[in-house]
């Protein structure tokens, strides 16, 4: 069975600082990993997606994710946050046609 | 290109009440998911469907949950009767066809429809 986790209820960073957004997921065969946030009272957006091929993927906004097989891990990185990436962020992991989604991480970014 | 399209935003009902909410499409796309999202968790799937024919609804309470997909373009989610349990946004979702050989497709999500049971 596929399974996405979000260790962190919630991550708090200064604006300047570097974030990191964990998710780990369970997949059998190759995964296909996402990134979506979600804004107050907005529908999810895409970020991000890794398919294959280069373990640092580039995305949205000055995000980018690391993909690691070994760790099965897909954690979601900015070099610099702002207080504007305050949300809600899911990591989703495709198995065979379904979307199965992690309970979600609130990133608030502090002036 | 226009998003996904939602209504109602809103909606309070009592509890044994029903209510209905309406999905409209990315034009083109020919899946349409519906996933319920409680306060607090991700969003869950409820049913997918490919055209107008059902993928997934493994998760649907079927009896008091029903969609459909008339003419494989806009979607109807009906609670019928509705639980407290029910008070949830409802997002609606769509993307190009699916397929093994299509592999990671993106979600394109509709902004919700907020439930409140009392």
């Known amino acids: 069975a596929q399974s996405v986790a979000q260790p962190e209820d919630q991550v708090n960073v200064a604006e300047g600082n570097p974030l990191t957004v964990k998710c780990t997921y369970s997949v059998s065969g190759n995964p296909y990993l996402f990134w979506y946030v979600q804004y107050p009272n907005r529908g999810l957006q895409f970020l991000l997606k890794?398919?294959?091929?280069?373990?640092l993927v580039k995305g949205s906004y000055g995000f980018e994710a690391e993909f690691n097989k070994s760790q099965t891990s897909f954690h979601l990185k900015k070099p610099s946050a702002l207080v504007s990436d305050s949300a809600l962020y899911f990591c989703a992991v495709r198995g065979t046609y379904k979307y199965i989604f992690g309970t979600g991480t609130r990133l608030k970014g502090l002036a | 290109e226009a998003g996904v399209a939602q209504s109602p935003r809103y909606k309070i009902i009592e509890k044994r009440q029903s209510v209905a909410f309406w999905c409209n499409p990315i034009s083109g796309h020919a899946t349409l998911y519906w996933y319920q999202q409680i306060l607090g968790q991700g969003p869950k799937l409820l049913i997918q469907f490919q055209n107008n024919g059902v993928v997934d609804d493994s998760q649907l309470p079927k009896d008091r949950f029903s969609a459909e997909r008339l003419k494989g373009v806009d979607s109807t989610l009906k609670i019928q009767p509705a639980k407290l349990e029910d008070s949830a946004v409802y997002l609606c979702a769509s993307s190009l066809i699916e397929s093994r050989i299509s592999g990671a497709n993106v979600l394109t999500f509709g902004a919700g429809s907020r439930l409140t049971v009392l």
């Open positions: 890794y398919i294959t091929g280069d373990n």
